[in-house]
């Protein structure tokens, strides 16, 4: 398999605290340096990743910059070597890789039940450092009052937890400004309406009962890239073993 044209495969990137990973460099022209703090440090994964190319390291490719999902699918079921089956990158010898743009999303999924024994579900995005609700789908009978639970896991977890938790809270005391303030700027608008004025209509039930079944939390680095003579590719990138690691790339590369 010769990458020189269309490329479209599943990596992965883990999340270093800054800069570059062990033994990096850039592929020239520095773009990494263009940014600061985590966008920095998966922009600089990127252009470690062309560096490694054009050295022909396919060990510090398969076991630096891929996580453990992209190692496995690289290797896939023929070859079963990462190293082996990537070497066939080596007709990029000269892969030059510039960083144009990065965006970090931070996202979050929780599954509950109610105390009716429907099912809900909440996404959240943080905004201004806060975990916020960002869309809400299922059944959102009022079934009497809060469980109570406390919020489950660590760190975001438990953080986006609370905030699923205090919209039950805030539906039982009919504190619509509290449960507004729960919401992202774009979901508090109700479709262009005003969110404290319309709560008292839209939740006029009370509160759900929510029990907490599942939560899970995404943090993802989408970085677009210019590649050889003008073409253009695009890198995701995950946190895996305290790095950014890279988890899906794709477009279109070639030398020069």
């Known amino acids: 398999m010769r990458l020189v044209a269309v490329l479209l495969v599943t990596a992965v990137a883990g999340l270093a605290a800054c800069g570059s990973s062990a033994g990096g460099g850039d592929d020239g022209d520095n773009s990494a340096l263009h940014y600061q703090g985590q966008k920095r440090a998966a922009a600089q994964v990127v252009e470690d990743f062309a560096t490694a190319i054009r050295s022909d390291d396919w060990k510090r490719i398969c076991n630096e910059l891929f996580s453990r999902k992209q190692r496995e699918l690289t290797a896939g079921i023929v070859s079963e070597s990462c190293e082996k089956e990537i070497d ?58 809060p469980t109570g639970d406390l919020p489950q896991g660590t760190g975001d977890e438990a953080a986006v937890t609370k905030t699923v938790l205090d919209f039950d809270q805030a539906l039982a005391d009919e504190d619509w400004t509290t449960l507004c303030g729960l919401f ?22 009370g509160a759900l009962g929510l029990t907490i079944d599942d939560v899970e939390v995404k943090h993802e680095a989408s970085i677009g890239v210019r590649t050889g003579k003008g073409g253009g590719a695009h890198f995701t990138l995950v946190p895996e073993g305290g790095r950014w690691r890279i988890d899906s790339y794709g477009g279109t590369f070639g030398n020069g």
Not at 96 to 121: M, P
Not at 189 to 200: T, V, Y
């Open 88 to 145: 066939s990158y080596s007709d990029l010898d000269g892969l030059r890789l510039t960083v144009l743009n990065v965006t970090l999303e931070n996202s979050a999924t929780v599954d509950a039940t109610t105390a009716a024994g429907g099912d809900a579900s909440f996404d959240l995005k943080q905004e201004g450092g806060r975990w916020l609700i960002d869309g809400k789908s299922g059944d959102f009978t009022a079934a009497g009052e």
């Open 184 to 205: 992202t700027e774009s979901e508090r608008g109700f479709a262009g309406s005003d969110c404290e004025s319309d709560a008292p209509e839209e939740y006029s039930g």
